[in-house]
C-alpha cells in the first residue's frame, strides 16, 4: 500500500505561468514533507522541506503548503522556468533526515 | 567537500554473484540511508543507519545487507543477485536532527543478468 502517492504522472506548463505539483499521504505518522527534483542520470536534489507545524514554507520561487487534515501537499514554482524540467518526487519521514518514503514522481515539462 | 560519493557508476552481473556497492560522505553526518529506484517508480527505501553500528531495514530490505563500522562509509552488498535487483541504487546522508534534509549521492546502475 502506498503511503506517498502523486496522483500526476506528467504536468506540462508554459514558461512564466505557475506550476502546482500535488502529493498525498496516508501515515499519520509523518512529521516532516520534502520536495526533491531529479534529472536523468543524476541523484535526487533537496529543493524545499516543510513540517507539521507549519502549513508553508517559502524559499523564492518554490512554496510548498500542507493540509495536514486533508492529509496533502502541494509544491507551487512561480514563475516557472524551462531549466525547471524534470522529475519532482514528493518524500516524507516520522523523523528527520532518515527513512523517507517517496511518491512515484510527477514529470514537471516547462515550455518557452 | 566530494559530498555523497558511490562506486561503481555502473556494474553487470550474474545471477548469483555477490558484490558490494560502496557509498561513501566527508560531511560528517551521522545518518545515511540506501535507495533503489525501478522504472516509474520513486525510490524505495532498502536500508538505513542512524550512526556508526546502528542500522535497520526499510521498504525492500531482502537481499540486501548493510553495516555501519565508521561515519563516512555504509556499503550495500548482494549476497546473491538476481534479476529483480537490477536498478538504480542511492545512497543518501543527513546530519541528525533538527535537520530534515537527506543529500543524495550520483546513484549506481546495477544490471543483474
Known amino acids: 500500500d502506498q503511503q506517498v502517492k502523486q496522483n500526476s504522472p506528467s504536468l506540462s506548463v508554459q514558461e512564466g505561468r505557475i506550476s502546482i505539483l500535488n502529493c498525498d499521504y496516508t501515515n499519520s505518522m509523518f512529521d516532516y514533507f520534502l520536495w526533491y527534483k531529479k534529472y536523468p542520470a543524476e541523484g535526487p536534489t533537496f529543493l524545499i522541506s516543510i513540517s507539521s507545524i507549519k502549513d508553508k514554507n517559502e524559499d523564492g520561487r518554490f512554496t510548498v503548503f500542507l493540509n495536514k487534515s486533508a492529509k496533502h501537499l502541494s509544491l507551487h514554482i512561480v514563475p516557472s522556468q524551462p531549466g525547471d524540467s524534470a522529475v519532482y518526487f514528493c518524500?516524507?519521514?516520522?523523523?528527520?533526515?532518515?527513512?523517507?518514503?517517496f511518491g512515484k514522481g510527477t514529470t514537471l515539462s516547462v515550455s518557452s | 567537500n566530494a559530498g555523497v560519493t558511490q562506486t561503481p557508476k555502473f556494474q553487470v552481473l550474474k545471477t548469483g554473484q555477490s558484490m558490494t556497492l560502496q557509498c561513501a560522505q566527508d560531511?560528517?553526518?551521522?545518518?545515511m540511508s540506501w535507495y533503489r529506484q525501478d522504472p516509474g517508480m520513486g525510490l524505495r527505501l532498502i536500508h538505513y543507519?542512524?550512526?556508526?553500528?546502528?542500522?535497520d531495514q526499510g521498504e525492500v530490505p531482502n537481499g540486501y545487507n548493510v553495516s555501519r563500522s565508521t561515519t563516512e562509509d555504509f556499503p550495500l552488498r548482494l549476497l546473491s543477485a538476481a534479476p529483480s535487483q537490477t536498478s538504480v541504487y542511492f545512497c543518501a546522508s543527513s546530519p541528525p536532527p533538527p535537520t530534515d534534509t537527506q543529500y543524495f549521492g550520483p546513484g549506481t546502475r546495477l544490471t543483474v543478468l
Open positions: 543507519s542512524v550512526g556508526a553500528g546502528i542500522t
Open positions: 560531511m560528517n553526518h551521522e545518518y
Open positions: 518524500a516524507a519521514s516520522v523523523y528527520p533526515g532518515t527513512a523517507l518514503i
